[in-house]
C-alpha cells in the first residue's frame, strides 16, 4: 500500500523489567501536537483518532521493519490505548536477536523515539493561515516502531493527501454550484409553468 504516512517525535520511550518480562513503554502520539510537515503544511492529531483501529491488529516493529516484529495486538504482547495525552504504546520484548537487540538499544539510549504508520480515514483542512492545518479526526493505523529516527520521512505522501484534499474540496465546490444552478433551473421552470397555466386561466375567463 502506498498511501501509508508514517509519522513520529522524539516522545521518550521507557523501559522497565520484571523477572523475565521486559517492558518497553511511550507514546507514539500525542493529541492536538502541532508539527509542520516540511513547511507544507500542519498537522494534528484529533483526540480519538484510532479508536476504531485499536480495534484490529496492530504490529510493533523495530524502525517500520515488517520483517522484525516484536510486538503484535492479536497476540497481546502489544497494548495500545487512547488517553488523556495521546496513544499510549506498552511492548512486551521477545527472548530474539530484535527484541534483544531494542532492549539493549533502548537502555544505552540509542533508541529513544517512537514512530508509527497510518492512513487518514477523516480529516479536516484549513487553508485560512499561513500554512494550510490538517486536522487528522480518524484513521487507520497499521503499525508503531521503536526507532533511532523519529522523523516525518514520508512527506512526499503527506503532500499528496494536501493535493488530494483540495481536490476533493474543488470538486466539492464546482458540485455544490453545479446542484445550485441546477436546482435554480428547477425553479424557473416551475416559476415558468405557473405562469403559463396562470396565463391559460386568466385567458380563459376573459373568452367567457
Given at each position: 500500500?502506498?498511501?501509508?504516512?508514517?509519522?513520529?517525535?522524539?516522545?521518550?520511550?521507557?523501559?522497565?523489567?520484571?523477572?523475565?518480562?521486559?517492558?518497553?513503554?511511550?507514546?507514539?502520539?500525542?493529541?492536538?501536537?502541532d508539527t509542520t510537515i516540511s513547511d507544507y503544511f500542519?498537522?494534528?492529531?484529533?483526540?480519538?483518532?484510532?479508536?476504531?483501529?485499536?480495534?484490529?491488529?496492530?504490529?510493533?516493529?523495530?524502525?517500520?521493519?515488517?520483517?522484525?516484529?516484536?510486538?503484535?495486538?492479536?497476540?497481546?504482547?502489544?497494548?495500545?490505548?487512547?488517553?488523556?495525552?495521546?496513544?499510549?504504546?506498552?511492548?512486551?520484548?521477545?527472548?530474539?536477536?530484535?527484541?534483544?537487540?531494542?532492549?539493549?538499544?533502548?537502555?544505552?539510549?540509542?533508541?529513544?523515539?517512537?514512530?508509527?504508520?497510518?492512513?487518514?480515514?477523516?480529516?479536516?483542512?484549513?487553508?485560512?493561515?499561513?500554512?494550510?492545518?490538517?486536522?487528522?479526526?480518524?484513521?487507520?493505523?497499521?503499525?508503531?516502531?521503536?526507532?533511532?529516527?523519529?522523523?516525518?520521512?514520508?512527506?512526499?505522501?503527506?503532500?499528496?493527501?494536501?493535493?488530494?484534499?483540495?481536490?476533493?474540496?474543488?470538486?466539492?465546490?464546482?458540485?455544490?454550484?453545479?446542484?445550485?444552478?441546477?436546482?435554480?433551473?428547477?425553479?424557473?421552470?416551475?416559476?415558468?409553468?405557473?405562469?403559463?397555466?396562470?396565463?391559460?386561466?386568466?385567458?380563459?375567463?376573459?373568452?367567457?
Open positions: 500500500m502506498t498511501d501509508i504516512e508514517k509519522r513520529g517525535g522524539a516522545l521518550g520511550v521507557e523501559f522497565r523489567a520484571e523477572s523475565d518480562k521486559r517492558t518497553l513503554t511511550g507514546y507514539a502520539v500525542v493529541w492536538d501536537s500542519v498537522e494534528r492529531i484529533a483526540p480519538g483518532a484510532f479508536t476504531k483501529a485499536l480495534r484490529g491488529d496492530i504490529l510493533a516493529l523495530v524502525n517500520h521493519d515488517t520483517g522484525r516484529v516484536v510486538g503484535r495486538t492479536r497476540s497481546g504482547t502489544l497494548r495500545l490505548a487512547e488517553d488523556s495525552r495521546g496513544l499510549k504504546v506498552e511492548i512486551d520484548i521477545p527472548d530474539t536477536t530484535d527484541g534483544n537487540d531494542l532492549w539493549t538499544l533502548v537502555e544505552r539510549g540509542d533508541v529513544s523515539g517512537m514512530s508509527f504508520s497510518f492512513r487518514a480515514t477523516k480529516q479536516e483542512w484549513d487553508d485560512t493561515g499561513d500554512l494550510p492545518h490538517r486536522t487528522v479526526i480518524e484513521a487507520e493505523l497499521f503499525e508503531v516502531t521503536a526507532t533511532p529516527i523519529p522523523a516525518y520521512p514520508d512527506t512526499s505522501l503527506a503532500l499528496r493527501s494536501l493535493e488530494a484534499a483540495r481536490t476533493e474540496a474543488r470538486t466539492a465546490e464546482y458540485r455544490k454550484a453545479e446542484n445550485k444552478a441546477a436546482a435554480e433551473r428547477r425553479i424557473a421552470g416551475k416559476r415558468a409553468a405557473m405562469e403559463q397555466t396562470f396565463r391559460g386561466i386568466t385567458a380563459g375567463r376573459h373568452a367567457s
